[in-house]
């Protein structure tokens, strides 16, 4: 049995990394969950993020994964270490590869940062980021209105952009040459981000970093997946799955077409 590689986040988020991962990893089998009827994450307390992402991994344990991506920025802040220190297999947050990405990017050395409350809150990029760079200017913003436009596929339409444009458009009185997408969802966004930020500002999803420490690891430890033939992989969502489906296939497109998917609603709570 080929091991999977497990993915979570509040919703549709997460399809961000998964995307990247069946870029870079094609022959890699994931098994993605997405918590959709429980999304939003960020308005959360950490307490019960911590809660909902340790059901989330209980669940997949199942499937036996070789490593857990936890494609959540307000779960990798809230709850990275606590899911590391109960199972035996390598844990990977979004938080500490987007920070890199974002430090080898910027000229100017100010980086805004957009995530949910619970991320911007956390204060865990600003630390990730001091961390690289003890000088870097950080500016950062939560933006809790994003995260519903997306589960509702609202990527691109008026409401959408006022709602960007109002939450943003301040941002750009600062010299920021880098914007931290710092929720797995806005990458979804990411064209009128880029329309509201100017085209001189460079948008930094964690998602290719990520896909590349996943790389690293599993080649590290001999475990990347090897052969010709395409995984199977396996969707859940707790909620509206027609509506998870439709996005699923509007984001991964070419990726899933030769791919085939099995698509379940599992009750974990
Ligand atoms: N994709 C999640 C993140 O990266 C969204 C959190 C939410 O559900 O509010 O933080």
């Given at each position: 049995?080929q091991?999977p590689?497990?993915?979570?986040?509040?919703?549709?988020?997460?399809?961000?990394?998964?995307?990247?991962?069946m870029r870079?990893l094609p022959l890699e089998k994931l098994?993605?969950?997405?918590?959709?009827?429980?999304?939003?994450?960020?308005?959360?307390?950490?307490?019960?993020?911590?809660?909902?992402?340790?059901?989330?991994?209980?669940?997949?344990?199942?499937?036996?994964?070789?490593?857990?991506?936890?494609?959540?920025?307000?779960?990798?802040?809230?709850?990275?270490?606590?899911?590391?220190?109960?199972?035996?297999?390598?844990?990977?947050?979004?938080?500490?590869?987007?920070?890199?990405?974002?430090?080898?990017?910027?000229?100017?050395?100010?980086?805004?940062?957009?995530?949910?409350?619970?991320?911007?809150?956390?204060?865990?990029?600003?630390?990730?980021?001091?961390?690289?760079?003890?000088?870097?200017?950080?500016?950062?913003?939560?933006?809790?209105?994003?995260?519903?436009?997306?589960?509702?596929?609202?990527?691109?339409?008026?409401?959408?952009?006022?709602?960007?444009?109002?939450?943003?458009?301040?941002?750009?009185?600062?010299?920021?040459?880098?914007?931290?997408?710092?929720?797995?969802?806005?990458?979804?966004?990411?064209?009128?981000?880029?329309?509201?930020?100017?085209?001189?500002?460079?948008?930094?999803?964690?998602?290719?970093?990520?896909?590349?420490?996943?790389?690293?690891?599993?080649?590290?430890?001999?475990?990347?997946a090897a052969g010709d033939r395409l995984p199977v992989h396996?969707?859940?969502?707790?909620?509206?799955?027609?509506?998870?489906?439709?996005?699923?296939?509007?984001?991964?497109?070419e990726q899933i077409e030769l791919t085939p998917i099995?698509?379940?609603?599992?009750?974990?709570?």
């Amino acid at each position: 049995m080929q091991q999977p590689i497990a993915i979570l986040d509040s919703g549709v988020g997460g399809l961000t990394v998964a995307k990247e991962v069946m870029r870079q990893l094609p022959l890699e089998k994931l098994v993605y969950y997405g918590d959709t009827a429980r999304t939003p994450y960020g308005p959360r307390s950490s307490e019960e993020v911590v809660r909902f992402t340790r059901e989330i991994v209980e669940y997949l344990i199942q499937f036996q994964p070789k490593m857990i991506v936890i494609a959540c920025n307000t779960a990798t802040a809230a709850g990275l270490e606590d899911i590391r220190a109960r199972v035996d297999i390598p844990v990977v947050g979004v938080i500490n590869p987007g920070a890199r990405a974002a430090i080898g990017f910027t000229v100017t050395g100010c980086v805004g940062i957009i995530g949910t409350e619970g991320t911007i809150n956390s204060g865990a990029y600003e630390q990730a980021l001091r961390k690289l760079d003890p000088q870097v200017k950080v500016i950062s913003e939560a933006c809790p209105r994003f995260v519903p436009l997306v589960e509702k596929g609202n990527f691109r339409s008026y409401e959408t952009y006022e709602t960007i444009r109002s939450s943003i458009g301040h941002l750009r009185e600062h010299p920021i040459d880098t914007l931290i997408l710092g929720c797995t969802h806005y990458p979804f966004l990411a064209e009128t981000i880029s329309e509201i930020m100017g085209q001189d500002v460079k948008l930094i999803s964690s998602a290719d970093e990520t896909a590349r420490e996943i790389s690293v690891i599993l080649q590290g430890r001999g475990k990347l997946a090897a052969g010709d033939r395409l995984p199977v992989h396996q969707f859940f969502c707790s909620g509206d799955q027609q509506l998870f489906q439709s996005i699923t296939r509007q984001w991964l497109g070419e990726q899933i077409e030769l791919t085939p998917i099995i698509w379940q609603i599992p009750t974990i709570v």
